[in-house]
């Protein structure tokens, strides 16, 4: 019996397909866990030296480090324009940023245990959570697109609801902030690992390919650190 052509093309065109998707989806990881190691590097580095605290964070010069990495995701990252290797220099300067803002975190973990016992809880159970949303936006059949617009209103409705809690300084609201804060992150990281498979595409040039990679790295490594801080926040509060 001759062999089908056609079934031999398209199985071999259907595992260059997959080939080629485990490769974009592992490029995009590896870079997220990059950004998270610097931060953690930075934020270990700054936190054990008095002095490197104080400059950063002992004064005014420590809403600058606070808002540094918004102000660079929303007017210094754009990869419709920008190189793979500009996009690259801005996802690492964020990170650097958040870890000079973590630092803060990483003093109180070295000087109290406990803290740093919940620290640690918080990075795993973040970690686990991450892990696990990321196999279900990669494996569900279901079309997610139509969660982007309820899952931006409700970030803009969390950062309007944090920003209350900073005058009114209730304990309850915070709690309430943070599980939905989890809550809406979870479903961002479905998400955009949805997201990140469907735009994969064989023939996508090189340099785009690294552009896209770049910014959905970025997307991951904000979500991931959004998890964190906000199931440290629920951890210290009980």
């Known amino acids: 019996m001759q062999p089908n052509n056609y079934e031999t093309v398209s199985s071999t065109g259907t ?22 190691l610097v931060t953690a590097i930075v934020a270990l580095v700054v936190g054990s030296s008095p002095t490197l605290l104080q400059l950063f964070l ?12 918004l102000a660079i995701v929303w007017f210094g990252f754009r990869p419709e324009t920008m190189k793979a290797s500009q996009l690259m220099m801005a996802f690492f300067g964020i990170a650097i940023l958040y870890g000079l803002s973590f630092s803060a975190i990483a003093a109180a973990a070295s000087s109290d245990p406990k803290f740093a016992v919940d620290v640690a809880r918080a990075f795993f159970i973040a970690t686990a959570m991450f892990a696990g949303l990321s ?23 969390l950062v309007a609801a944090s920003v209350m809690n900073l005058f009114f300084q209730s304990d309850m609201m915070s709690n309430v902030i943070a599980g939905v804060g989890i809550l809406l992150f979870s479903g961002v990281t479905v998400f955009q690992t949805q997201m990140m498979k469907r735009m994969y595409s064989p023939s996508t040039p090189a340099e785009f390919a690294q552009r896209m990679a770049w910014a959905a790295a970025l997307n991951l490594y904000i979500s991931f650190i959004a998890m964190f801080q906000y199931v440290l926040q629920f951890l210290n509060q009980r």
Request: hydrophobic share 40%; charged share 20%.
């Open 135 to 157: 196999i279900l936006g990669y494996t569900t059949k279901k079309d997610l697109s139509g969660m982007q617009t309820f899952l931006s209103m409700g970030i803009i409705g």
């Open 58 to 69: 002992g004064g005014p010069q420590a809403y600058i480090v606070m808002f540094a990495p």
């Open 15 to 36: 595992r260059e397909i997959d080939e080629g998707l485990r490769k974009h989806m592992s490029n995009i990881y590896a870079k997220m866990t990059g950004g998270v």
